[in-house]
């Protein structure tokens, strides 16, 4: 797929509602993916594409830093939507990690190892596993600076992975109005230690390349 047509599939999806882009994607002959991190409002996008298609592969990179309540609530999502999971973990156990170098600061040189080590590791080797050519993603405009020049469908590169983002103009009164609608449960006490700051870019969507 070229620059030229991911532009027009964006034009083409411009108006379109979250439940229609899911559904144009999960339309496409192929091997679509959804990936999560059971952070708040995980809910919504895992809910409106397993309603359209229950048995997508649901990717989760568990870091092994999650705090107690994201477990508890990615275990009652798996088995709310009957999720089909495949869970990926790095190569290197937590308990060993803390031995050698803890959870770096943000500005400590080896806090990019580390992200390297607990995400975009197990997310290349989740890749090359699964094989997906079409990644469904929540991201968000309003999440940080470097989402809000994203588009609904990007390409890394040339036939690489559709990314597909269909909540991508959603405010958060959008997302808890759709939980409130479905009865859908919301976690809020979630910690991404590649990331720290909510609005810093964790490496996933600015560095991996699928």
């Not at 999502?77 to 290197?92: A, C, F, K, R, S």
Request: proline share 7%; charged share 25%; with cysteine.
């Amino acid at each position: 797929m070229t620059d030229t047509d991911t532009t027009n599939l964006n034009q083409q999806l411009a108006n379109q509602s979250a439940e229609a882009i899911v559904a144009w994607a999960l339309s496409r002959p192929g091997r679509p993916l959804i990936t999560t991190n059971f952070g708040p409002y995980s809910a919504v996008l895992l809910h409106m594409c397993t309603q359209a298609r229950p048995d997508l592969p649901v990717l989760w990179v568990d870091s092994g830093y999650n705090t107690r309540q994201t477990y508890l609530y990615a275990e009652s999502l798996i088995e709310m939507l009957d999720l089909d999971i495949h869970v990926y973990n790095p190569l290197q156990s937590a308990a060993r990690r803390d031995a050698l170098m803890g959870i770096p600061d943000v500005d400590d040189p080896r806090h990019e190892t580390f992200t390297e080590q607990v995400k975009l590791e197990p997310f290349r080797r989740a890749f090359a596993d699964l094989k997906p050519d079409l990644w469904l993603t929540a991201l968000r405009r309003e999440q940080t600076e470097f989402r809000q020049g994203l588009e609904t469908v990007t390409q890394d590169q040339p036939g690489g992975v559709l990314k597909v983002s269909p909540l991508l103009d959603w405010r958060e009164t959008d997302m808890k109005a759709y939980l409130l609608a479905h009865g859908l449960p919301n976690e809020n006490r979630y910690f991404d230690p590649t990331k720290v700051l909510g609005n810093r870019e964790c490496g996933l969507h600015n560095r991996f390349t699928a």
